[in-house]
């Protein structure tokens, strides 16, 4: 009966075209924009994925998110040293700050400083020159994205990258791009350069306080929270692991901004308009084959063999659209990969899609199956 069922589906072309074509279509939504609103909230808390060596990142306890930046006393900084079970501790400056390139324009770009003596928090990929070049007077390393950013505009109106070697002016002081390094893309895809911690206080305006962030190791099995209660308590600042930081981050997002709202509206429409297709369509077909169904019921199969029968059919359509729809979605993400656009499609993603195209089948085989147990076998006599 199982080749009987697949065999009545695929008899109708165009209803079966229709069917799988709906089912695709809701999948594809349903992969595709959780994908892309995935993509674009990991890149609120890039910088902290690409700050790789701190087990704790120690901020002003009013902090909200990571560009959130709250600045402390630079004696803080000697007092997380003195904690009992803190390996090291260093300075890091993160700031927002106008960069002036060659051609005159000014590019609003993240600074980062990281500490003279180690370079601790300095990009980990170089694609041109290296980390150890930060220590040449004026260095500054740019991520790869920020090159084109910070480049100039030709008489046809191209751009033209920067590269290394050219100079920028970044608060009315001198620059020079020593390196191009590969980072990941940040929320606002502003341009990142990196430099000494000493040349990032130059940089930055006139301010008293200029520590955004204290990054630091802890001993081995040192007791981390007891680190970070005498950090809460003794020095009055807030100590976080780095998912810790990268969820508070997260949720920031997620609580105070129109992003969920906005994607979830274009997933649920998705799957509406993908049952109202799939469910229309599977309806269509079951009335146009209920004298085969009336035949087979005249013949002896019961109601529950039936339901197994339009069961398969829905499954096979469900499984046949679900995997287009999610091809097509991995194909438009590998298309997408390094462009502006964030995707990125994880497992729950993949759950997230299964599920609701399993409900969509199971919606529009609901609808097939009360026609049929409701079907009396004389309807083949008429």
């Known amino acids: 009966m199982n080749f009987v069922a697949i065999k009545m589906l695929m008899g109708d072309t165009a209803k079966y075209v229709g069917i799988i074509i709906g089912i695709t279509f809701a999948a594809l939504i349903m992969t595709q924009q959780p994908s892309i609103f995935i993509g674009l909230m990991s890149r609120t808390f890039s910088f902290i994925s690409d700050t790789n060596y701190p087990e704790l990142w120690i901020t002003d306890p009013k902090i909200k998110y990571i560009d959130d930046v709250k600045p402390m006393q630079d004696t803080k900084l000697?007092?997380?040293?003195?904690v009992e079970g803190i390996k090291w501790a260093l300075p890091l400056y993160k700031g927002m700050l106008k960069v002036k390139v060659?051609?005159?324009t000014f590019q609003n770009?993240?600074?980062?400083?990281?500490?003279?003596?180690?370079?601790?928090g300095a990009p980990a990929i170089?694609?041109?020159?290296?980390?150890?070049?930060?220590?040449?007077?004026?260095?500054?390393?740019?991520?790869?994205?920020?090159?084109?950013k910070l480049g100039t505009l030709s008489p046809s109106g191209e751009v033209i990258p920067a590269k290394v070697s050219d100079t920028l002016e970044i608060n009315d002081r001198r620059a020079v791009i020593v390196g191009i390094a590969q980072t990941s893309r940040t929320f606002q895809s502003q341009p990142m350069i990196y430099t000494t911690y000493s040349r990032a206080k130059i940089f930055s305006p006139v301010e008293r306080l200029k520590l955004s962030f204290i990054i630091a190791g802890v001993r081995p099995n040192a007791d981390l929270d007891r680190i970070r209660n005498t950090i809460k308590n003794n020095i009055g600042l807030a100590a976080y692991t780095p998912q810790e930081f990268k969820d508070i981050t997260y949720n920031y997002f997620m609580k105070n901004t129109g992003i969920p709202i906005n994607f979830g509206i274009a997933v649920l429409l998705g799957f509406i308009v993908g049952a109202a297709v799939a469910g229309?369509?599977?309806?269509?077909?079951?009335?146009?084959?209920?004298?085969?169904?009336?035949?087979?019921?005249?013949?002896?199969?019961?109601?529950?063999?039936l339901v197994k029968m339009i069961m398969l059919q829905a499954l096979f359509v469900g499984v046949t659209g679900w995997g287009l729809g999610v091809g097509i979605a991995s194909l438009f993400g590998i298309g997408m990969k390094g462009t502006v656009l964030a995707f990125l499609m994880t497992w729950k993603v993949i759950a997230l899609s299964s599920t609701g195209v399993l409900l969509i089948i199971i919606i529009a085989a609901l609808i097939s199956i009360l026609k049929v147990v409701r079907l009396e076998p004389a309807i083949v006599f008429k």
């Open 78 to 82: 000697y007092r997380i040293r003195g």
């Open 102 to 104: 060659s051609d005159g």
């Open 109 to 120: 770009a993240n600074i980062i400083g990281v500490d003279d003596a180690t370079l601790v």
């Open 126 to 148: 170089m694609l041109q020159g290296d980390v150890e070049s930060l220590r040449i007077a004026d260095a500054v390393i740019v991520n790869s994205e920020g090159m084109e």
């Open 280 to 305: 229309q369509m599977f309806y269509n077909f079951t009335h146009d084959n209920i004298k085969q169904f009336g035949a087979l019921k005249a013949m002896g199969l019961s109601n529950r063999r």
